[in-house]
Structures are given as C-alpha cells and as structure tokens.
C-alpha cells in the first residue's frame, strides 16, 4: 500500500465499475478510508442492484483496506446528502468526493425524447451537484477538503450525445464554481476528463486514438485528492493512457466595439471581419471524414 491518502476519507460514485470502482480501489491502497457509493444501474440508468457496490467494498476490505456501501441514487437531494452523512457516521470526516456516476442514453438531438435527456442530467450533472452541496457543507467547516467532477472531453459538443455532452459541460461549470466559491474556505474543486476503456466508452461514437485504461484516471485523481495537489483549483485535466493534458479557461477570443447603436445590419458589416469566429475543431474533424473539408 502506498500513503498517498493516508487517514483521509474519500467518497466515490459510482464506484462500483469503470472509472469509479479503479478510483475507490487506488485510494483504498493509498490509505483512504473509502465510501462506495453505486447504485448498481444499467449503462442506460435502469435495473438497479446494490451488490454492485457491496462487492468492491468487499474487495478493498480482503485487501486490509476500510470501505462501506452506500446504493443511494445520487440523483435525489437525500442520495447524495446519504453518501456524506455515512462517511461521517462511520469515519468522522470528509475529505474527499469523487463523483464519477453516469449513465448513457444515445440519440440523435432531433429524435431525442424527454425520458432520454432528463436521466442523463440528473445522474451526471446533478447527481454531481447533490454530493457536491452536501460535501462542501462539511468541508467548509473543517476547511479542508477536495471536490473532483468527472467530465468528458464531449464537453466540447457531440453527434450524438447532446444530453451526456451537455450535462459533462454542466459540471465543468459545476466544478469552477465550487473553486470560487469555497476557496476562501480552503476547499479545492477540480474536473478530470478521462479517455480510459470502460462499458460507456465502448458507446463513443467516434474512433478513440488516444485511451488508457481506469486504473491511469485513478492515478490522476488519488494525486488530486491528495496534500501535494492542495494548490490546484478551478482545473479541467484530460488522462489518455500516457498523456495529461490541461484545458483552457474560458475566455474571449477576440472582441471589437463599434460607436452607436447596434442594428442587424451594421452587425453583418462589423462581426464577420473584426471579431469572427472560433473553429470547431471536432466540427474540422467531421468535415474532414465527411469529405467536406
């Protein structure tokens, strides 16, 4: 075992595959104490089993780890204010979440139906949001403490996915604004946008060229979660098997100003060739394949 984590309590979604079970068996091995929280669904959000979670707490605890199940569905204000409030109950202290749940459900944005977009934002963007709310309660009164949101480089926009990319941008915003917010309170709150072989990776509807395994992600978070990373806040970091890369902040491109009123008209003369716009590198890409480009 290492001593990366060591006397933390870290809690995870989604822990029970993927992604989310490779973070809660590295921080268990670094010294956490682990809260395994999944509520044992299907790729699409359906059929829930709560021994999906119970058995990768079983397993940390066969390797000398500390671990307890929690099969709350973080989707709810209660599922995500349970995760902590076990952490607590068992542990005393909270000092790190993970919030790594998600489901998919694939479509076409013009065919997409309400019961395909809604469970997609409530497991990933609020389910990231309730165990956040919950958490930084806790955090700020022992002034410490570590959020980490699971993103996706979708977060840029894709085909086929517009719930998923847009919930995925969702907690890129999430997570900037827990940085602002509880800075002053010592909590830090970063983003991780993993390329790792996973079920939900398997549903990528573009060739992945770059891909690692979940095992790389958990590296990158435990590192996150830990003491040496307590100066990193406000971050987005991709992992893909041997790179790390580091998005931009948002920020404007370029901007013009112009005397008077805006009308359409003056607009059309002025927008095109001062300020323009900014390519869509995923949109070059398409082009590309497509034969457009």
């Given at each position: 075992?290492?001593?990366?984590?060591?006397?933390k309590?870290?809690?995870?979604t989604g822990?029970?595959?993927g992604?989310?079970?490779a973070?809660?068996?590295v921080?268990?091995?670094q010294?956490?104490a682990?809260?395994?929280?999944?509520?044992?669904?299907?790729?699409?959000?359906?059929?829930p089993?709560?021994?999906?979670?119970e058995s990768v707490?079983?397993?940390i605890?066969?390797?000398?780890?500390?671990a307890?199940?929690?099969?709350d569905?973080?989707s709810?204000m209660?599922?995500?204010?349970r995760?902590?409030d076990?952490?607590?109950a068992e542990y005393g202290?909270?000092d790190?979440?993970?919030?790594?749940?998600g489901?998919?459900?694939e479509r076409?944005?013009?065919?997409?139906t309400?019961?395909?977009w809604?469970?997609?934002l409530?497991?990933?963007?609020?389910g990231t949001?309730t165990v956040?709310?919950a958490?930084?309660?806790?955090?700020?009164?022992?002034?410490s403490?570590?959020?980490?949101g699971?993103?996706?480089?979708?977060h840029?926009?894709s085909?086929?996915q517009a719930n998923?990319?847009?919930?995925?941008?969702g907690?890129?915003?999430l997570v900037?604004?827990?940085?602002?917010?509880l800075h002053?309170?010592g909590v830090?709150a970063?983003a991780?946008?993993?390329?790792?072989?996973?079920r939900?990776?398997?549903?990528?509807p573009?060739e992945?060229k770059?891909i690692?395994?979940?095992e790389?992600?958990?590296a990158?978070?435990?590192y996150?979660?830990s003491?040496r990373?307590?100066?990193i806040t406000?971050q987005?970091?991709t992992?893909a098997?041997?790179k790390?890369?580091?998005?931009?902040q948002?920020?404007?491109?370029?901007a013009?100003?112009?005397?008077?009123?805006w009308?359409p008209?003056?607009?059309?003369e002025?927008?095109?060739g001062?300020?323009g716009?900014?390519?869509?590198?995923?949109?070059?890409?398409l082009?590309?394949?497509?034969?457009?480009?």
């Amino acid at each position: 075992m290492g001593n990366f984590l060591a006397g933390k309590v870290i809690a995870v979604t989604g822990a029970g595959r993927g992604i989310g079970r490779a973070v809660a068996l590295v921080a268990a091995a670094q010294g956490a104490a682990v809260v395994v929280n999944d509520h044992g669904v299907a790729l699409d959000g359906r059929e829930p089993a709560s021994e999906v979670g119970e058995s990768v707490a079983r397993e940390i605890a066969a390797a000398g780890g500390r671990a307890v199940a929690v099969a709350d569905d973080i989707s709810t204000m209660a599922g995500g204010q349970r995760v902590v409030d076990v952490a607590l109950a068992e542990y005393g202290r909270l000092d790190g979440v993970v919030c790594a749940a998600g489901i998919l459900r694939e479509r076409m944005l013009f065919n997409m139906t309400e019961e395909e977009w809604d469970p997609v934002l409530a497991t990933h963007l609020k389910g990231t949001f309730t165990v956040f709310r919950a958490a930084s309660a806790v955090m700020r009164r022992q002034r410490s403490g570590t959020l980490i949101g699971v993103t996706s480089g979708s977060h840029q926009g894709s085909v086929s996915q517009a719930n998923y990319s847009a919930a995925k941008g969702g907690v890129v915003s999430l997570v900037r604004s827990a940085a602002l917010g509880l800075h002053k309170y010592g909590v830090t709150a970063n983003a991780v946008a993993p390329v790792a072989r996973t079920r939900m990776s398997a549903n990528v509807p573009t060739e992945l060229k770059e891909i690692g395994e979940p095992e790389d992600v958990a590296a990158l978070v435990v590192y996150l979660l830990s003491d040496r990373a307590r100066e990193i806040t406000g971050q987005v970091y991709t992992i893909a098997g041997p790179k790390i890369a580091l998005w931009a902040q948002p920020r404007e491109v370029r901007a013009g100003y112009a005397e008077g009123a805006w009308t359409p008209e003056r607009i059309a003369e002025f927008l095109p060739g001062t300020v323009g716009a900014d390519p869509m590198p995923l949109l070059s890409l398409l082009e590309r394949r497509d034969g457009h480009g």
